[in-house]
Structure formats: C-alpha cells, structure tokens
C-alpha cells in the first residue's frame, strides 16, 4: 500500500502519488497540510497553509503578510479575508500548487473527505420532507441598526447565529467570519431576498429552508428549542 496519512479506520488518507506533485506538504498524524491562496484582482495573491483532517475538515492559516494573525479559517472566511471579488466559491477560489500551477481546490482530491463528510451532513441534517434546511438569517446591530446576514449550514455557524440572536447588545465588529464594522454598508434589499433556500432563490420562508429544531441548531448549553426562538428587531 502507498505511503500516506492514515485515516481513523486504518486506511490511507492520501496516497504519496496523489500528493507528490502539490507545493508545501507536510503530514501530521490526522491532517495534511500544503501550501494554498486565493487571488484577488485588486490585492494579488494572499497565501496561507491548507490543513486537511481525517474527518474532513479544512482549516487555513493566513500567511498574506507576516504579522497576519488570522489561524484557523474556513475556506469561505479565508476567501473573504483574501478581498476575493467573487466570494461564496471557495471550492473555485482558493487553490493549491499542483505541478508548478494554481489549481482550485474542486479540481484536486484535498476536497474528497469534506465532500463525503458533507453528504453525511446533509442527510443528518434534514427537515420531516426529506429536504436540507437552514436558510440564511439576519441579524440586527444594536449600534448602528444594520442587518447582518449569517450563514447557517455548519453547526458552528448556527451556534454564531444562536449566540448573536441572544445577545442583546450585539455589534457589527462580532460577527467572527465577516471582517465588517458599522461603516460598512447595509446589504441593499435586493440581495437579501436570496436566503438559500433549495425550492426557491427568493423564497420568503418554507418547509425546505426553515428548520424548527434539529441536531445542528440546537445547543444542549442552552435552554431554547432552537436558534430561531429569539426574536430581536429584525426585519423581515
């Protein structure tokens, strides 16, 4: 059997032939790590470190400047620190040296344990019709009263979201994942109709998109039934 990093059952993660022509790779006992970016047409190119675990998960350590101290990203926060113009596709964005050329991470085998984690995700992580839900939701800031969207596909992310909706003096400057203050414009109106939603992009709220508990979004920490139990000024 090739060389590579062992996955929790004793198989191997990547094989070295697999991984021979990629810059920068490092490997730990659970993880693989190799060098990775995302370009920006206005800021060239940001750099950081790719590090793939055994249960799919990826984090990225920024390196775009030496006194960078942004660790532990998801793709999609480090898309967007990169100043990516075209953000919300990091599967096409952020990629890795592959044989001397950038190549997005889609087209290599680093994202084949996050998908399959994915697919065990979403098939947990279903409404009674059998349809993925969580669609995005907005958040009001105390201080400047702009509404801030959060993205509720991970649990992390709708533990942020469960935490902002109940903290009643919550700001712009909190939101871990989007670097935006109160000087940042409000997302205009016809934007915000884009929730997620699998049936309909425009979709005001339904079965498919709209979960009232579920493994993900509920908190054994907390006594409400779901993240959607705290209302707090926000528009609709």
Known sequence: MANGVERETGLVLFSDDELREMSGVNRGSDHIEVTC???????????????????????????????????????????????RETA?????NVWVIDNGKKVALCKTVLLKYHNEASKHANASH?????????????????RCNKERRFRLRTKEECRIHHDALADVNWKCAELPYDKITCNDEEERASRRVYRGCTRSPTCQGCTSCVCFGCEICRFSDCSCQTCTDFTRNAKT
């Open 126 to 142: 279903r409404s009674n019709n059998g349809r993925a839900c969580h669609r995005d939701e907005f958040v009001c800031c105390t």
């Open 37 to 83: 970016g995302c370009t920006s047409h206005r800021y060239g190119d940001a750099v950081g470190r790719l590090r793939v675990f055994v249960n799919g998960d990826l984090e990225i350590t920024c390196e775009c400047t030496p006194g960078c101290q942004e660790d532990k990203l998801t793709p999609a926060a480090f898309e967007k620190h990169s100043g």
């Open 88 to 92: 919300r596709k990091w599967k096409n």
